[in-house]
């Protein structure tokens, strides 16, 4: 699998190339404004972009979505609960076949109500549901603690504590980080009832 995280400096957000080896098909996951940086890095490795797959909807994440799929023919995937322009729509469990690669979409809400995390192989893309040290925030519309703490406590935690977890901004310490790590290490993770949660998250 060819895996390059992209680094976008305005509001530190991560973009991310993916691409299957032996097809050379390739998807982006939140372009997040980087269309000729992205271009660039599919063309040097000799990717065709056929999917944009985006985390969720918000402008940051989803900056340059439709240029880039103009510019490459591939189409927007999104959760069901996404209002924007997206061509295909994915849910819970759904596969997103690349090539070979298979990215399994994990529905994670709480940071905003379309929110997607996918695995492919064993990486876990968390968009702005987790962040290396952090969580996302829940408080702007659309956001809930409630939700949040299912997706975080009820879904990611439970995978594989060795997957390697690549959020959707450059939050924590370094821009990368396994499962494993994180369950130990990022506050937001400590063992909480949901009620607790809420508290938490309302504190700051
Ligand atoms: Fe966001």
């Given at each position: ?55 969720h ?59 997607i ?13 987790l ?11 659309g ?49 909480r ?12």
């Amino acid at each position: 699998m060819i895996f390059i995280q992209v680094l976008v400096e305005t509001l530190r957000n991560f973009a991310y190339l993916i691409g299957d080896e032996k097809t050379k098909l390739a998807a982006v996951v939140d372009p997040a404004g980087a269309v000729d940086r992205i271009l660039r890095l599919a063309e040097d490795r000799g990717l065709k972009i056929i999917y944009i797959i985006n985390t969720h909807s918000h402008s940051d994440h989803i900056a340059g979505s439709q240029e880039l799929a103009s510019a490459t023919g591939a189409k927007i995937a999104m959760h069901k609960k996404a209002r924007v322009t997206k061509h295909l729509v994915v849910e819970d469990g759904g596969v997103i076949s690349v090539g070979e690669l298979k990215i399994k979409v994990i529905y994670t809400p709480g940071h905003s109500p379309d929110g997607i995390s996918l695995l492919v192989e064993d990486k876990l893309l968390t968009g702005d549901t987790l962040f290396v040290g952090e969580c996302g925030r829940t408080d702007l519309p659309g956001g809930s603690s409630e939700e949040l703490y299912d997706s975080l406590f009820g879904k990611l935690v439970k995978l594989d504590d060795e997957l390697e977890v690549y959020p959707g901004h450059d939050y924590g310490d370094k821009p990368y980080s396994k499962l494993g790590y994180e369950k130990k290490h990022n506050c937001t993770l400590k063992p909480r009832s949901k009620d607790e949660f809420v508290r938490f998250m309302a504190e700051d």
